[in-house]
């Protein structure tokens, strides 16, 4: 099993470009969740999907962030415009739709916003 | 509403040491409880978890956790830490549903001394 899969996993861009970070969730998986983890705010959930419908996006920041699953094996991230503090590690998670919840995680991408 | 708290944002041990991780959850429901571990520029993997059954639970790389209900704890001990277990902890809760997000800790940081 491949596990969570995201790209890139680095990405440095200029204020005010457009981000797109990539998920493919594990195979069979019905949940995805992405997260923000900075230094200050720690590990934050954006939004979350179940069975490819957001279920919750009241944590994404702002207008500028908004996220897709327009199938069951890929998701998006997408930043625009991009800013200095949307500057963090960027983590996809997936889960299946099974009694013990648990959450698997990707490897993450680190965005740096110049 | 679920929360968690992780007493103490850093925790530093000697190898070899006793390691004891603090955990308390609020749940109004009957919870399951997991802890993951995260190493630098990685992912969260999960260490242990539980769901129902035996309260002494037991994951991997020696750690172990007792879910108490009585005090709605939930700490992870490892008899004795070597220097390859600094890395941050997450404690984390959710219901048994399958169908909302586990609920963070704020995390603690581990650091071994030799």
């Known amino acids: 099993d491949a596990g969570v899969i995201q790209s890139p996993r680095h990405e440095v861009t200029e204020m005010g470009q457009e981000v797109t970070l990539r998920c493919k969730p594990i195979s069979g998986h019905n949940s995805l969740f992405w997260y923000r983890q900075t230094m200050m705010r720690g590990l934050e959930l954006l939004i979350y999907f179940n069975n490819n419908v957001p279920i919750d996006d009241s944590g994404m920041p702002e207008d500028r962030f908004s996220a897709k699953m327009p199938n069951a094996s890929f998701s998006t991230l997408k930043i625009q415009p991009s800013e200095p503090r949307d500057s963090a590690v960027y983590f996809c998670?997936?889960?299946?739709?099974?009694?013990?919840?648990?959450?698997?995680f990707g490897p993450g991408t680190r965005l740096t916003v110049l | 509403a679920q929360s968690v708290t992780q007493l103490g944002s850093h925790v530093s041990v000697s190898e070899g040491a006793l390691v004891l991780l603090r955990c308390n959850y609020s749940?109004?429901?009957?919870?399951?409880l997991f802890w993951y571990v995260q190493y630098p520029n990685q992912g969260l993997q999960l260490l242990l978890k539980y769901t129902t059954g035996a309260t002494l639970v037991k994951g991997i790389n020696g750690f172990e956790a007792e879910f108490k209900k009585s005090e709605t704890s939930f700490h992870l001990t490892k008899p004795s830490a070597h220097m390859s277990d600094a890395a941050e902890y997450f404690c984390a809760v959710s219901d048994s549903s399958g169908n909302t997000p586990l609920v963070f800790g704020k995390g603690t940081r581990l650091s071994v001394i030799a």
């Open positions: 998670a997936s889960r299946a739709g099974t009694s013990g919840n648990e959450q698997f």
């Open positions: 749940s109004s429901v009957p919870p399951y």
